[in-house]
């Protein structure tokens, strides 16, 4: 295998976003050696695109606030199909993570007695978000990168694709990836993996994410056996830009909202009043005076005594809204909702707190949102579902398989709450390096790597330019992101998940056909064959999966059956391979320990 | 969009680099245009309908995340911030990779040794916390810091710096993106290191002088020279140059 760089570790890490990072990190402070291989160079991953902040119950901001608060929003938010101990453990470790970034550097806005500052955002009871302005993800990438290059047992291979996991009888033994600048394979032996690779964004066509959003470590962790669970939900972002065309679908934050901004139709109605569901009906205010009442409060920095206003339900039930009101006609000039902070707060506040929107409309689209209302609908946002994890270790069901972030399931459960994404890498991307660490460390003998399956892998790879002149393979990847967007959108059929599969599978076809020009090195062509193998498969397991779920929830949006189904609130959907097929299948969620269910229920 | 009468053109001409570190040359390609557009949905156009091998870098497409670095027309831009209507209309548009760094293929560089710098600056070092764990700050002593924090490391600094450019010293000079992650070092609140040293002798801050040229391309205006690079000189000039602190120097055996 001279052909081959050839490199060996304790633990791989895939995807340097926060997460990845994270994990990184962790690892080489348990004295492991560590490897951490990403898509694009080192601090550009999606986590500098997270803006409004990170969610972790400091109460700084507001002393009501406790861990128990944020576990009850977060299970709430997740319409209860959480993991409830990954919940937990979020709320009760992100204080900790959160400070601990502040003591390698961060610098986040502060509160008027010096502390760290925090921002209200969608299902959040109290002001829970630690933030900086409105690049919260930069400050926690641009963190993380300066102590990972500085830890002295970590190779960052930048720029280099992971196309396959290898197995030795059925445990983690290394991967298969090439160096997207010079097309060389690059045989990575390692004891463990962590997964750390993102979602799936770019199914869709109106998608908020970056071209590395092609669901790689849900694939891989496919391929390898592991299983998947709650690939039904996908979150639509209420709030993605929709004019000029070329700018559609990227994000504009929820922190918008938060600092006051509100929800109009064409009417000029704050339409979100007829939208708060009965689980949330006491949390909400019902007048637009007790709205303003509350926004007064929060501007003023006084504990909000008011409900609060309905924009900041969570985003499931704000991103259906907004695609009602637009279908039954009552949408601005560009098929969006009017999101206008502009006659709510100060020019000079809105320069100061959100200062990147403010930017991006300016340069981008041509809109002063200090003084003209933004058109916004829903764009692809996020993965909920993912690769099943220990909640501890974040261990897959392959042994020596580990992930964390986005790839990971469970968490979330049917809906994500804004801000707990950066949590959450924080929290399980330190757990997963820690878990993968003590794994490798117990491992009694080095897996071995299997040379005949490697020179299969290759030639797989290398497919693609035996078949020069084939179709583009940006021309499958759009039929596929139109498809999603059609049928396996916001709102599900049974029929058009039907005919969705039947669908995928000719462009399955279609993908194996396709052809690239020129040589191996820097070739964004052939790597976006490969990329669509990925987001094929992932495509598949939310169809699936969106099938076998007949109910209403959260993200997930089935017509035939518009309620909740408390059956299905008992089980997780779970997709695995077997042979060359998918497998669906139900399996229970363990019932809740007696004094989570009493934080719920607000007893404490 | 506004401002032109007459015939809006439906097309354009883009003149791309196509090519390596040793051979390369300009390649026409005409593009349909959209409102709104951008250069990087031009580019994506061509790679999508006729060069599916054109390399180019590119992530968040928001101005974020600083990777479609480029010299459009000659300028040091990103491509995702550059409205194709900011162009006179019919004349065709220029794309050639950052001229500061080795090219790799296309419009990617080769940026590895902007990370190699990053590595060798002295890490943040806390002074102690308070006794209940945690740190009281300002927000306006945090303010200046914050701005140098802003920098999505897009290198379009480094292009631009003729230190870098011109007189290829990247032996001796960090260059504008290092300083300014030096000076949000030096000016942190709770950062209890002093990096004058590495500044004098490795970032080769003496290099610099003044001509702005960073500060004028920044995507994200960040103050590069007033703010950052001046108030550094100040410091090595008070640590290195002031006869009493030198002699200080020279009695606790640290010169």
Not at chain 2, 50 to 78: F, H, I, M, Y
């Amino acid at each position: 295998m001279d052909r081959f760089e050839t490199r060996t570790y304790d633990v791989l890490v895939i995807g340097a976003g926060g997460a990845g990072l994270r994990a990184a990190i962790e690892a080489a402070e348990q004295g492991v050696s560590v490897a951490v291989v990403c898509k694009s160079l080192l601090g550009k991953a999606h986590t500098v695109m997270a803006e409004g902040g990170v969610a972790a119950a400091l109460a700084t901001t507001d002393g009501r606030d406790s861990w128990k608060v944020h576990f009850r929003d977060t299970m709430r938010g997740g319409k209860l199909l959480n993991d409830w101990r990954m919940a937990q453990l979020l709320a009760q470790e992100a204080p900790a993570r959160v400070r601990e970034l502040e003591a390698w550097g961060a610098l986040f806005d502060r509160t008027p007695d010096g502390r760290i500052l925090q921002r209200n955002f969608g299902g959040h009871q109290y002001p829970r978000l630690a933030h900086v302005g409105d690049r919260t993800g930069l400050e926690m990438i641009r963190t993380l990168q300066d102590k990972t290059v500085q830890a002295p047992r970590i190779d960052v291979l930048m720029e280099s694709t992971v196309a396959r996991l290898l197995t030795e009888n059925g445990r983690i033994s290394g991967a298969l990836a090439y160096r997207r600048d010079s097309g060389r394979f690059l045989l990575l032996r390692t004891k463990a993996a962590v997964l750390a690779t993102g979602g799936i964004g770019r199914a869709y066509r109106i998608n908020s994410n970056s071209w590395e959003y092609t669901g790689d470590g849900h694939a891989l962790a496919y391929a390898a056996g592991a299983d998947l669970i709650g690939m039904e939900f996908v979150q639509f972002h209420p709030t993605g830009m929709v004019w000029p065309l070329s700018v559609r679908g990227i994000l504009v934050t929820e922190g918008v909202r938060g600092e006051g901004g509100v929800l109009k139709n064409s009417r000029g109605e704050r339409f979100m009043f007829r939208y708060i569901p009965e689980m949330f009906r006491g949390d909400f205010a019902d007048t637009e005076a007790e709205a303003d009442r509350w926004v007064a409060d929060v501007i003023a920095g006084r504990k909000a005594e008011a409900r609060r206003p309905p924009e900041l339900l969570t985003r499931d039930v704000v991103a259906r809204a907004i695609a009602q009101e637009v279908r039954e006609g009552r949408g601005s000039p560009h098929g969006g909702a009017f999101l206008d902070i502009a006659s709510r707060r100060k020019a000079e506040d809105i320069r100061k707190k959100l200062p990147s929107m403010y930017q991006q409309f300016l340069e981008l689209a041509d809109v002063d949102i200090t003084r003209e209302p933004m058109e916004v609908f829903p764009t692809t946002h996020y993965m909920m579902g993912g690769v099943k994890v220990d909640p501890e270790t974040q261990s897959a069901t392959v042994p020596g398989l580990f992930a964390a972030g986005e790839v990971a399931g469970g968490l979330h459960g049917a809906n994500r709450l804004g801000g707990n994404s950066l949590s959450d890498l924080l929290v399980f991307g330190r757990r997963a390096g820690l878990g993968a660490a003590n794994y490798a460390r117990g491992l009694g003998s080095e897996p071995q790597v299997d040379a005949p399956r490697v020179e299969a892998i290759t030639a797989e790879l290398l497919a693609p330019f035996e078949r020069n002149g084939g179709e583009s393979p940006y021309a499958v990847q759009e039929s596929l992101q139109d498809l999603m967007g059609t049928y396996v959108g916001i709102a599900r059929t049974a029929d058009d998940l039907q005919g969705a599969l039947a669908e995928i599978e000719r462009l399955r076809a279609r993908a194996g056909r396709v052809g690239v020009d020129g040589n191996r090195q820097f070739n964004p062509g052939w790597h976006t064959t490969l990329d669509l193998q990925n987001l094929l498969t992932v495509s598949e397991a939310v169809t699936r999966a969106a099938l076998a779920r007949r109910e209403s929830r959260g993200a997930h949006t089935r017509v035939e059956y518009p309620d909740s189904d408390p059956q299905f609130g008992r089980v997780n959907v779970v997709v695995r391979r077997q042979g060359d097929a998918m497998t669906v299948r139900e399996e229970p969620i363990a019932p809740m320990s007696g004094d989570l269910k009493e934080i719920l229920e607000g007893k404490e | 969009m506004s401002g032109s009468n007459g015939a809006q053109s439906t097309e354009t001409v883009l003149k791309i680099f196509r090519g390596d570190g040793t051979t390369g040359a300009f390649k026409d390609y005409t593009v349909p245009l959209q409102p709104g557009m951008v250069v990087l949905d031009a580019v994506h156009w061509v790679q999508a309908h006729q060069a599916s091998d054109l390399a180019c870098r590119w992530n968040c497409k928001a101005g974020r995340c600083g990777s479609c670095s480029a010299e459009v027309n000659g300028k040091p831009r990103l491509m995702c911030m550059t409205r194709m209507d900011h162009f006179p209309p019919g004349e065709a548009i220029t794309l050639a990779p950052m001229k500061a760094f080795p090219v790799l293929k296309d419009l990617v560089c080769d940026v590895s040794w902007n990370y190699g710098v990053n590595r060798r600056i002295p890490a943040f070092r806390p002074r102690a916390p308070e006794p209940d764990g945690t740190w009281r700050m300002q927000q306006e002593d945090i303010d200046r810091v914050q701005e140098f924090r802003k920098c999505i490391e897009c290198f379009l600094c480094q292009d631009v710096c003729h230190v870098l450019r011109d007189h290829d010293r990247k032996d001796r000079f960090a260059g504008p993106r290092f300083l300014v992650r030096i000076a949000g070092l030096e000016m942190h609140p709770l950062d209890a290191a002093s990096r004058t040293a590495h500044l004098k002798e490795e970032a080769g801050i003496g290099f610099c002088n003044i001509t702005k040229c960073c500060t004028e391309v920044c995507p994200e205006s960040i103050h590069i020279t007033d703010n950052a690079i001046i108030p550094l000189k100040e410091r090595v000039v008070d640590d290195f140059y002031d006869p009493l602190r030198r002699l200080w120097r020279r009695l606790r055996g640290t010169a």
